[in-house]
């Protein structure tokens, strides 16, 4: 996922510079690692506001997946990547955009909703399916485009939904290579690999 604007504790209700420190602070260090005196501080708050916001850590998890969802969204869908007439120039455009944004500190670059879903899906099953539903939700963003670029091809297979989510499954798996030691060359090496994979479905030379 994308790289939101940095938390701004001078500005804003507590509740949004709460989640803005939580997004920022468990993709550094994971949500376990993460502790609500170090989110409060990080936030300019209170613990007092905190719990006044949120009933518990878990409750701060859940909503942090559904900030991070609807704050992307909102990045990707001003993205310039829609901009092509062509449905498939712009699947490429999104892929682009995506490659474009790996750079700076492994958080700043990386997902919320994937750093989250890996460490609690076992533990803590409401945050994995709040960032289940964001992780989806912005695969699905992509699944009219890549209709139409297979029905302008006359391609039947794969079906847009599965190529959708295909290209989320690499792009997470592009940033656990690089948190694992690959650095930004790995996430980049991955979505290259991604984009000939769609240019040879589509027969489009890259």
């Given at each position: 996922?994308?790289?939101?604007?940095?938390?701004?504790?001078?500005?804003?209700?507590?509740?949004?510079?709460?989640?803005?420190?939580?997004?920022d602070?468990?993709?550094?260090?994971g949500?376990?690692?993460?502790?609500?005196?170090?989110?409060?501080?990080?936030?300019?708050v209170?613990?007092?506001a905190?719990?006044?916001h949120?009933?518990?850590?878990e409750a701060?998890?859940?909503?942090?997946?559904?900030?991070?969802?609807?704050?992307?969204?909102?990045?990707?869908?001003?993205?310039?990547?829609?901009?092509?007439?062509d449905?498939?120039?712009?699947?490429?455009a999104?892929?682009?955009?995506?490659r474009?944004l790996?750079?700076?500190a492994?958080?700043?670059?990386?997902?919320l909703?994937?750093?989250?879903?890996?460490?609690?899906?076992a533990?803590h099953?409401?945050?994995?399916?709040?960032?289940?539903?964001?992780?989806?939700?912005?695969?699905a963003?992509?699944?009219?485009?890549?209709?139409?670029?297979m029905?302008?091809?006359?391609?039947?297979a794969?079906?847009?939904p599965s190529?959708?989510?295909?290209?989320q499954?690499?792009?997470?798996?592009?940033?656990?290579?690089?948190?694992?030691?690959?650095?930004?060359?790995?996430?980049?090496?991955?979505?290259?690999?991604l984009?000939?994979?769609v240019?040879?479905i589509?027969?489009?030379?890259?």
């Open positions: 996922m994308p790289r939101p604007t940095r938390q701004s504790p001078e500005r804003g209700a507590a509740r949004l510079r709460i989640l803005e420190a939580a997004r602070v468990i993709r550094a260090k949500y376990a690692a993460t502790s609500v005196d170090e989110i409060c501080a990080r936030a300019g209170t613990k007092g905190f719990f006044h949120f009933a518990s850590k701060l998890g859940v909503a942090a997946a559904e900030f991070w969802g609807c704050s992307t969204g909102a990045l990707f869908a001003s993205a310039p990547y829609h901009a092509p007439e449905p498939l120039d712009r699947v490429f999104y892929l682009a955009f995506r474009a790996i750079g700076g492994l958080w700043e670059w990386t997902c909703a994937g750093t989250m879903a890996e460490e609690v899906h533990t099953p409401a945050i994995a399916d709040a960032c289940g539903a964001a992780i989806f939700g912005h695969a963003t992509l699944e009219a485009d890549i209709a139409a670029a029905a302008a091809g006359g391609i039947d794969p079906d847009a190529l959708a989510r295909h290209t499954a690499v792009l997470q798996g592009a940033f656990v290579m690089a948190k694992a030691g690959g650095g930004e060359a790995a996430a980049r090496e991955a979505i290259d690999h984009t000939r994979y240019a040879l589509f027969g489009r030379e890259t």
